[in-house]
């Protein structure tokens, strides 16, 4: 079965230093990952999608994550954080559900806080 | 038109209500989705519809109602709710059910049964 671990609860970083949400995943068979964003009351905003094509991803905002297989990592980073990023940020993993479906599995998730 | 829709954005109901919340999609999708996301939790899966027929019930109670009408459209019909039933309640779609397809979220609906 999949499983996905995201290894800080909250991050805290200043607005135009970078951003590292770390992520590591179980799987038994080449993986589906995606990065989504929630700012509060809202819904989830995909930034990025790994499906064995390039390890290097770019997503939107300027946030990009690289696929490790030897690390089963899948870690998302942003050069320079903005205020605007502040926001829930989970990692998934899509398994094959029990009816053959697109079953996601979710992260804990990270908080980002962004200072001034 | 890349957006899930949902109406309406918050609801508060009695525990002896109906109610529905809706989903539109216009992106050509085959399945859709219904999650329920308590505060501070990932969302959890409820209903997964595919080429507009329910295949999955993840064991949900029988005062939550899916329903399909067409491929854009997904409601899901309220009734007798309890407090703890209190959540945001997030539409998602994708081009088909397949595991490698990104589901697309709606903003969602906060529901709050007094």
């Known amino acids: 079965a999949q499983s996905v671990t995201q290894l800080d609860s909250h991050v805290s970083v200043s607005e135009g230093t970078p951003v590292l949400l770390r992520c590591n995943y179980s799987?038994?068979?080449?993986?589906?990952l995606f990065w989504y964003v929630q700012h509060p009351n809202k819904g989830l905003q995909l930034l990025l999608k790994?499906?064995?094509?390039?390890?290097l991803v770019k997503g939107i905002n300027g946030f990009e994550a690289e696929f490790k297989k030897s690390e089963t990592s899948f870690h998302l980073t942003k050069p320079s954080a903005h205020m605007s990023d502040a926001a829930e940020y989970l990692c998934v993993v899509s398994d094959i559900g029990s009816g053959g479906y697109n079953k996601l599995i979710f992260g804990a998730g990270t908080r980002l806080a962004v200072h001034p | 038109d890349t957006e899930v829709t949902q109406t309406p954005k918050h609801l508060v109901m009695g525990m002896t209500n109906k109610k529905s919340l809706k989903c539109e999609q216009h992106?050509?999708?085959?399945?859709m989705y219904w999650y329920k996301q308590k505060a501070k939790k990932p969302p959890e899966l409820m209903f997964v519809?595919?080429?507009?027929?329910?295949?999955i019930n993840e064991s949900v109670p029988s005062r939550f109602s899916p329903e399909c009408p067409n491929s854009s459209l997904l409601n899901l019909h309220l009734h007798a709710l309890q407090p703890e039933d209190s959540a945001l309640y997030l539409c998602?779609?994708?081009?088909?059910?397949?595991?490698?397809?990104?589901?697309?979220f709606g903003p969602g609906t906060r529901l709050t049964v007094l």
């Open positions: 799987s038994s068979y080449s993986p589906s």
């Open positions: 998602a779609s994708s081009l088909t059910s397949d595991y490698y397809n990104e589901q697309f």
């Open positions: 992106m050509g999708h085959r399945a």
């Open positions: 790994y499906t064995s094509a390039a390890t």
């Open positions: 519809y595919s080429y507009e027929k329910l295949s």
